[in-house]
């Protein structure tokens, strides 16, 4: 018995031993993983911050500019964020406008006109008043009473007043010219510069600390982006603002007034931006807040067709009225067709591209003005001008739109086709008169 005791006490003493053992070891195992967990967390927290990171605004800009070739998968975007983007767009739009709008400014025109009595048709002598009269009124004693007659607007390039409009806005010489600013004031201008050739004019009124627009560059522009127009919509509603897209460029167009005076317009802008009559002499922004283009006429008969003249063909004008205080424009003094695939079938033309010089109908109607640079060069009638220092005239390069980007004064190389042969004529510009 004494020997089974021991036993038994032997062996709970060596179980109790070995289980002490064992938490010791565990212990020991715990202590050892514990560098390995906080190496583990410290990993995962370090991935953490560095894919979100990544996932910023800032981060994405660093990961491009590392990574300048990983193109991202596309992540369909929520609701909200489309909803973000198109706030965010429209906000755009409404900064431009509320910075454009006090630069922009109606044109009212006014002029002297007969005032007319109404005839009262019960009046015994109203028929024979009638006779001399007309429409049922008649000139009350030969008096006048000013009326506006037209309307279009205009923007500022200069802080002392300086506006830029179209010609057919301000074309008529014997009318007076009234500003409307975003104010609701009004100012008599004086005409500075009519353009002969483009559809520009340059007005002033007196004062200083006008809001102006700049000049954008036209060159760059890209069908589809968005453009707004700000003007004198109908001649009664100012500042009236409509948003659209680049429609087309480089489009040629004939545009006619109510006065049946036609007009030829190459490399102007088309937009669906709303243009309307009263409109003209406008600016055509874009989300820059930039003068890419004055508006200048409307499709008749069409929806959401407008054009506005590119200022890249606005630019030398307001320089050489900055500078000179007038608009010179440079002439070599021929009439001429273009020559195209057509042409040169029909009367066996030797090319299909050029300017091929011949007379107008009337007797008046030299093919070559006599005294101009071209008649002094030796251009004569059934020359073919082929090329303007290099530069083919064709459909994307008319003559009229090379002399136009040249000064008075400038000298230019003309290669033509004469009798037969080809030859290098050099023509020193003039001003047109």
Known sequence: MDNEMEKNVAGESVGDFSEKSEIKSSRKKFFSLVPLILLIILISSTFGAVFGFLASGPGQKVFSEIFPNYVAAPVEKSADVIR????EEDSAVIDVVEKAT???VSVVVSKDVPRMRQIDPFDPFGGLRDFFGQDG?????????KQQIGGGSGFFITADGMIVTNRHVVEDATADYTVLTSDNKEHPASILARDPVNDIAIIKIDGSGYTTLDLGDSGALKTGQTVIAIG???GEFSNTVSKGIISGLKRDVTASGGGGQAERLTNIIQTDAAINPGNSGGPLIDINGQVIGVNVAVA??????????????????????KTTGRISSPYIGVRYIPVDGQLQRENNLPFNYGALVLRGERMIDFAVVPGSPADKAGVVEN????????????????????INRRNVGDEISLKVWHRGETKDVKVKLEERK
């Open 137 to 145: 009124q008649n000139n009350q004693g030969g008096s006048v009473e």
């Open 383 to 402: 020359d073919i001008i082929l090329e303007i220092d290099g530069i083919k005239i064709d459909e994307e390069n008319s003559l009229a739109e090379i």
């Open 102 to 104: 006090p630069a922009v």
């Open 232 to 234: 004198n919509s109908l």
């Open 84 to 87: 973000q983007q198109i706030v």
């Open 300 to 321: 008749q008969g069409a929806e959401n067709i407008g054009f506005a003249i590119p200022s890249s063909q606005i630019k030398r004008i307001v320089e050489q009225v």
